[in-house]
């Protein structure tokens, strides 16, 4: 089983759907709680990021609750949390899930060994990687510009159903533009009447600000909560810059 951990609460999802579509058994792994920061705390050393403490915490959990820990294979982000992939693996191992994989998509591995690590052809999965990718940006920029404001709530079970059918539809290999389309009114109806009066820009760390649970993405949802836009670097851009730096991929990764 492929666990999708790290890339943000939309994208994980979408990504293991992506997965799925391309034949491979994949899940995405729950958000980080404060449980899997205590978990992460124990086992990895503490002059790390937090963010690696949540994605440790978050893999044994999901290692303790499955029911062969070994066969998982985990796929987090390079960058910072690539550096550490080692770090996550022996965490999984003093849980006893020894057999348990951690593999960093990184330029230094190249999204071509991802393919083989995940049983795949090269260029198989980047069209519905990219697709996937692209639909956890506009799912998260659409709750960036929706959900100032004290509606996160409200904003987020809107965004919940969008999902649940980007969902399905990436499974199905369809149209994930027809999602839009259903829900543009539904989604409008909760547009922000006034404009922010702060826009913030979140730079450096890309990940901690899209997974929620995490202490950086909450101290965006916080600032959303008092009215600011805050905008977030996009998982797509994210990606197509690690493949041009790999030289990898065709099409859409290579340009």
């Given at each position: ?29 729950p958000?980080?709680?404060?449980e ?9 050393p ?18 303790r ?15 910072r949390?690539?550096a ?8 999984l ?21 991802l ?6 052809e ?39 159903v ?5 969902v ?14 259903t ?6 109806a ?8 702060v ?5 450096g760390e ?24 805050v905008e977030?670097p ?22």
């Amino acid at each position: 089983m492929v666990v999708t951990l790290g890339w943000g609460s939309f994208h994980d999802v979408l990504f293991a759907a992506a997965l799925r579509s391309c034949g491979i058994a994949a899940e995405a792994a729950p958000c980080p709680t404060d449980e899997a920061l205590a978990i992460g705390r124990s086992l990895i050393p503490r002059g790390h990021p937090c963010s690696i403490h949540y994605l440790a915490g978050a893999a044994v959990l999901c290692a303790r609750a499955a029911r062969d820990p070994g066969s998982l294979r985990f796929v987090v982000p390079g960058d910072r949390c690539g550096a550490y992939a080692a770090d996550l693996q022996r965490a999984l191992g003093a849980v006893n899930a020894h057999g348990a994989s951690v593999f960093a998509v990184a330029p230094e591995r190249a999204l071509d060994t991802l393919w083989r690590h995940l049983g795949a052809e090269p260029g198989e999965l980047e069209g519905p990687l990219l697709e996937a990718l692209s639909a956890g940006d506009v799912l998260l920029a659409t709750r960036t510009a929706i959900g100032t404001g004290r509606r996160a709530a409200v904003v987020d079970a809107c965004l919940a159903v969008a999902t649940r059918d980007a969902v399905a539809e990436l499974e199905a290999r369809g149209d994930v533009l027809r999602v839009w389309e259903t829900h543009r009114t539904a989604i409008g109806a909760l547009a922000a009447s006034v404009a922010p009066t702060v826009r913030v820009r979140v730079t450096g760390e890309l990940l901690p600000s899209l997974t929620d649970g995490d202490v950086s993405a909450d101290l965006v949802r916080w600032m959303e909560s008092l009215g600011a836009r805050v905008e977030r670097p996009s998982m797509r851009e994210w990606a197509l810059y690690h493949a041009w730096r790999a030289g990898v991929g065709q099409g859409d990764f290579a340009a």
